[in-house]
């Protein structure tokens, strides 16, 4: 069990469907996850839509372990 008052904000902000009306678990986490990875990509575009100028870099990295990362950089203007 979380402490739901302090989530509460958060849950009605997402628009959960379904929460709870008194308690909380951690098992709306990846539903949580679902919700905010949807705001950011939706405050991308909007942001994308109102610039001129958009540049990306990349970057990729091979460990000694041989795992790759890439790292991307955005830049609006």
Known sequence: MTNYKYLKPLYEYLKLKNIPQKHGNDSLGW?????LHNQVLITIEVVVQGVKFVALTCD?????DYQNWISIHGYCV
Do not use: G
């Open 60 to 64: 990729e990295i091979i460990t000694m």
């Open 31 to 35: 539903k949580i996850a679902k919700h």
